[in-house]
């Protein structure tokens, strides 16, 4: 249902598929910018702390970080859709000219 509704709606229009590409963008950018740091400090408190940082939010704060992972890999995954079909438009060949068209 949403693949059909996307390409309906943004493949198929060049100017809505390059704005999903800059939103998808900087979506992916801002949810993988310093993730790998924050997964490996939540890991240090969880191992160190144990059970106690489980218990003030550790767990909590660890599936958060899980789930803006997955949501910047769904970004770039609609990023390379939206570059894709822009960039087939791009490599395509212009239709030959019209004999109005070579007139003018």
């Given at each position: ?22 939103l998808s963008f900087f979506v992916f950018g801002a949810g993988t910018l310093n993730i790998v740091y924050l997964l490996r ?64």
């Open positions: 249902m949403f693949r059909r509704w996307f390409h309906r709606a943004v493949l198929s229009r060049l100017w809505a598929a390059y704005l999903c590409l800059g400090a939540n890991a240090d408190l969880l191992w160190t702390y144990g059970w106690q940082a489980v218990m003030d939010g550790g767990l909590r704060q660890l599936v958060e970080l899980l789930a803006t992972g997955y949501a910047a890999m769904a970004a770039y995954v609609l990023f390379k859709a939206c570059e894709y079909r822009l960039v087939h438009w791009l490599k395509e060949e212009p239709a030959p000219a019209t004999e109005k068209e070579t007139e003018e």
